[in-house]
């Protein structure tokens, strides 16, 4: 099984979504583009979200298990997903890529 590097690449927030359906909080997300995180397998990285993690979690552990070519094709990188997290209101965006180290 090999690691998967997970890499925050955009962060948006639609505020015109969030004012006319959300109830107002004041803290979403830690996450910030550029962050890093290195999944052991199937493993959820420490300081990860619990929330994207449930989204993107799928993706790791097939790229984990040697898995490519989502889609048909649909990355350049075969041994590589673009995934986002499922906040309708403020969705991070993550590059996952297949590393060739293996896990522990």
Not at 4 to 23: G, H, P, Q
Not at 58 to 70: C, D, I, K
């Amino acid at each position: 099984m090999k690691k998967v590097k997970i890499t925050v690449v955009r962060k948006a927030f639609y505020k015109d979504l969030s004012d006319k359906y959300e109830n107002s909080i004041e803290h979403a997300c830690d996450l910030n583009e550029g962050d890093l995180f290195v999944a052991n397998g199937w493993q959820k990285p420490e300081g990860f979200c619990n929330s994207a993690w449930e989204s993107i979690s799928s993706f790791v552990m097939t790229l984990a298990h040697g898995g490519s070519n989502f889609f048909d094709g649909w990355m350049k990188n075969p041994k590589s997903a673009m995934i986002s997290c499922n906040d309708g209101f403020r969705p991070v965006s993550f590059l996952l890529e297949t590393l060739d180290e293996e896990s522990e």
